[in-house]
Each structure stands twice: as structure tokens, then as C-alpha cells.
């Protein structure tokens, strides 16, 4: 009886450390790079060859708008509609009535696209470029429901064999018995 009690606690330890691991791991690279998201995933071919379909981005500093310079690669959201994540490269600053817009491109696309391009303002504005991850996000791309439960609970469940495999072992050596 108190063996199984010790066995759900080690089962809930590892689970709760493992949990606690990546909040933690989440909420410090929100705060070192200032932004409320700072993952993406490429998701189209515009940015090739700087970018490619399943790159991780790390985007940073969110509150830097008014330092943005022609040729920062940043990530916002779509002007018209703000429905999707983009990320192209900065090909004009100007001031428009007082507020500063910013036109982008990707750099495989031949022109700019009207909506999507701009007028970025500071409210679409999420972020710039900091660190690139090659081909991670194509991974990701195959964790939507029900795939990713089930690698997670894969994983749980290689911890729990793994655990109740230690217990056994101990138990043997304890009992002067070979566990196997």
C-alpha cells in the first residue's frame, strides 16, 4: 500500500517538474526578449532563402517600433484583417498624417502585396527577427490534436516505465533478488 503511494508521488513529482520546467523556460524567454509571443513558425516561402517553411523564429523587443530601420526583418500582424502572422523584411519608413507606417516585402516575392504589406502601424507591429531555428517548425507542423496528445502521452508514459522500472530494481536489490 505504501509502495504504491510512493510510486504516484514519484509519478506526480516528475510530471509536476517537467511541467513547472517549461513554464518556467517560457516566461523567462518572454521576458529576456520583451514580447508576449516569442515563437513563430515560417509558414510560407516568401522569406527564402533567409527563411524557410518550418523555421522556428525568436522574436524580441516587442516595444521597438520608433528603431526600426530599412532592412529589419520583423513580424506583425496582417493590417487587413490582422488574421494571420507575417514576417518580411522592411523596405520603406515613412510618416504618414503624423504616424509612422512601415512598408514590407518578402524576399522571394516579386512586389508587395497590398493588405498584407502595409500600412503596418505600431499596433500591428509584434516584433523583429532575433534567432532562426531551421527546420524545427516542420516537426511542429505534425503535433496538431490528436498527434501531439500522443507523443505527450508517450512520453508520460516512457517516465512512468522508466520510474516503476527504478522502483522494481530498488525493491530487488532491497529484498536481495535479482528484479528482472
Given at each position: 500500500?505504501?509502495?504504491?503511494?510512493?510510486?504516484?508521488?514519484?509519478?506526480?513529482?516528475?510530471?509536476?517538474?517537467?511541467?513547472?520546467?517549461?513554464?518556467?523556460?517560457?516566461?523567462?524567454?518572454?521576458?529576456?526578449?520583451?514580447?508576449?509571443?516569442?515563437?513563430?513558425?515560417?509558414?510560407?516561402?516568401?522569406m527564402i532563402p533567409v527563411l524557410n517553411v518550418g523555421d522556428i523564429l525568436i522574436v524580441k523587443d516587442g516595444n521597438?517600433?520608433?528603431?526600426?530601420?530599412?532592412?529589419?526583418?520583423?513580424?506583425?500582424?496582417?493590417?487587413?484583417?490582422?488574421?494571420?502572422?507575417?514576417?518580411?523584411?522592411?523596405?520603406?519608413?515613412?510618416?504618414?498624417?503624423?504616424?509612422?507606417?512601415?512598408?514590407?516585402?518578402?524576399?522571394?516575392?516579386?512586389?508587395?502585396?497590398?493588405?498584407?504589406?502595409?500600412?503596418?502601424?505600431?499596433?500591428?507591429?509584434?516584433?523583429?527577427?532575433?534567432?532562426?531555428?531551421?527546420?524545427?517548425?516542420?516537426?511542429?507542423?505534425?503535433?496538431?490534436?490528436?498527434?501531439?496528445?500522443?507523443?505527450?502521452?508517450?512520453?508520460?508514459?516512457?517516465?512512468?516505465?522508466?520510474?516503476?522500472?527504478?522502483?522494481?530494481?530498488?525493491?530487488?536489490?532491497?529484498?536481495?533478488?535479482?528484479?528482472?
Open positions: 500500500m505504501l509502495e504504491n503511494k510512493d510510486k504516484k508521488y514519484s509519478i506526480i513529482k516528475d510530471i509536476a517538474i517537467i511541467v513547472i520546467g517549461v513554464v518556467l523556460i517560457w516566461f523567462a524567454v518572454k521576458v529576456v526578449f520583451n514580447v508576449d509571443n516569442p515563437f513563430y513558425v515560417v509558414s510560407s516561402g516568401s521597438t517600433f520608433n528603431s526600426l530601420k530599412v532592412g529589419d526583418v520583423i513580424v506583425f500582424n496582417r493590417p487587413q484583417g490582422g488574421d494571420r502572422v507575417i514576417v518580411h523584411r522592411i523596405i520603406e519608413i515613412s510618416d504618414r498624417f503624423g504616424e509612422k507606417v512601415i512598408v514590407t516585402k518578402g524576399d522571394a516575392n516579386d512586389g508587395i502585396i497590398p493588405g498584407t504589406d502595409f500600412p503596418i502601424r505600431e499596433k500591428d507591429y509584434i516584433g523583429t527577427v532575433a534567432y532562426t531555428v531551421p527546420k524545427v517548425g516542420l516537426v511542429l507542423k505534425y503535433l496538431n490534436p490528436p498527434v501531439n496528445y500522443v507523443i505527450i502521452a508517450g512520453i508520460i508514459g516512457i517516465l512512468l516505465y522508466t520510474n516503476l522500472k527504478k522502483k522494481n530494481e530498488e525493491k530487488g536489490k532491497l529484498d536481495g533478488k535479482d528484479p528482472l
